[in-house]
């Protein structure tokens, strides 16, 4: 498989690496060994995982000790960590931090790892902790030659962005999700900006989190129901012409020659062997012309499409060549933009109340930039409360 360099790095990356949040929890370890294998072995040598993907990293560390460890590039994150004791879920302190990369690389078994990256930096309670500790202790660990090269990840691009600017350590990666996908190309406005700097771009989740696919997404998604019918009308169109919603959704995001490499989730290998399929086989012009239709016709079709995921209305002729953004998931004032999220790891409805007053309990604490405002923070309290209840995500419209 082709393989790209990775902004200023020395780092050569086939076209897609393989996501590992889709071998957590559920995922048979063999399954998963099945899949590794063969990405490597069809060319693939990008794997990317978290401590936040519950037990991915364990799975991985039974496999990659038996691969030579110069057949692949592995990726970890630091900053959110999964725990059933929820305020463990985030911690960007200098020591946690040290603390994370040293035990995912003797998890993994991988000796050191060629990125790390502050996890999901919007999470963290302000820009200082990750400024002054979090991104302190990776350029340690880098000096010590733990890591390779650090990197941020986000949904935010404008956040990930500030972080580079004001950063004293160098950012030599970003991790983008969701920003460059048949419905959302967010991410083609910060490229420029972001080869300037030489800083590597790494796309991710192609299929938009399980929108882009001819199944219904997975339960904890917070697209709007529209938007998921909006979704379920596209991949109906797709197989009207004979092809599929993944298909063109893939072939889109890995089209970009600006973007060396996306990450995609498979949970098998014959979901890999299809994904390796279309990748070789390319864009017809038939696809391009699906895809293209597509964006402008399906997407745009609706009242709510046409939106950014943070709500911002975008007019005919904007976000790139005609391509549409819709509003998926709403882009709360806190820094907790995807309160489902939360929710996936926890299940049985006598469980929900509970784990739901607890995260609003944490962003009680930790939302705002001086976590003891009781006053903002009490506010912030009842109306997070209130709209997980009701589940309805618009923070700022409540």
């Not at 990659?64 to 302190?93: A, M, Q, T, V």
């Not at 169109?237 to 060396?260: D, G, V, Y």
Request: a negative charge.
């Amino acid at each position: 498989m082709k393989k790209n360099k990775l902004g200023a790095t020395k780092l050569g990356l086939s076209q897609i690496g393989i996501g590992g949040a889709a071998f957590k929890d559920h995922t048979d370890p063999k399954d998963a060994k099945t899949v590794v294998e063969y990405a490597i072995k069809h060319g693939i040598n990008y794997i990317d995982t978290s401590p936040w993907y519950i037990n991915s990293e364990e799975i991985l560390g039974k496999i990659l000790p038996h691969i030579s460890r110069s057949k692949y590039i592995i990726s970890s994150k630091c900053g959110r960590n999964y725990s059933r004791d929820i305020l463990e879920w985030f911690d960007f302190s200098f020591d946690k931090i040290t603390e994370s990369i040293d035990n995912s690389i003797e998890v993994l078994g991988c000796k050191y790892l060629d990125i790390c990256f502050c996890h999901d930096i919007e999470f963290a309670p302000n820009l200082e902790v990750v400024l002054n500790e979090a991104l302190p202790a990776m350029k340690t660990a880098k000096d010590k030659r733990k890591i390779k090269y650090i990197g941020i990840s986000g949904y935010p691009l404008d956040k990930l962005k500030t972080i580079v600017e004001l950063s004293t350590v160098k950012i030599d990666v970003v991790l983008s999700y969701c920003k460059y996908t048949l419905n959302d190309t967010e991410l083609l406005e910060y490229l420029p900006w972001f080869e300037e700097q030489g800083v590597g771009v790494i796309n991710a989740s192609p299929f938009a989190m399980g929108l882009l696919t001819n199944s219904d997404p997975p339960k904890w998604h917070s697209a709007k129901s529209e938007t998921k019918e909006a979704a379920k009308a596209a991949a109906e169109f797709c197989r009207a012409e004979r092809t599929s919603i993944t298909k063109l959704a893939l072939q889109f995001s890995t089209s970009n020659p600006k973007i060396p490499v996306t990450l995609v989730g498979c949970e098998n290998v014959d979901q890999l062997k299809e994904n390796i399929s279309v990748i070789e086989q390319g864009a017809s012009q038939e696809d391009t012309i699906l895809i293209k239709h597509s964006q402008r016709k399906v997407f745009k079709g609706s009242q709510f499409l046409g939106r950014s995921w943070r709500g911002k209305v975008l007019e005919e002729g904007e976000g790139g060549d005609g391509e549409s953004n819709f509003n998926l998931l709403e882009d709360a004032e806190c820094n907790y933009w995807s309160l489902l999220d939360f929710q996936m790891f926890w299940t049985g409805p006598a469980q929900l109340d509970t784990h739901n007053l607890c995260f609003t309990v944490y962003c009680l604490l930790f939302s705002n930039k001086d976590k003891y405002d009781s006053k903002n923070n009490l506010i912030r309290c009842v109306i997070c409360l209130f709209c997980l209840k009701l589940q309805h995500f618009d923070y700022q419209s409540s």
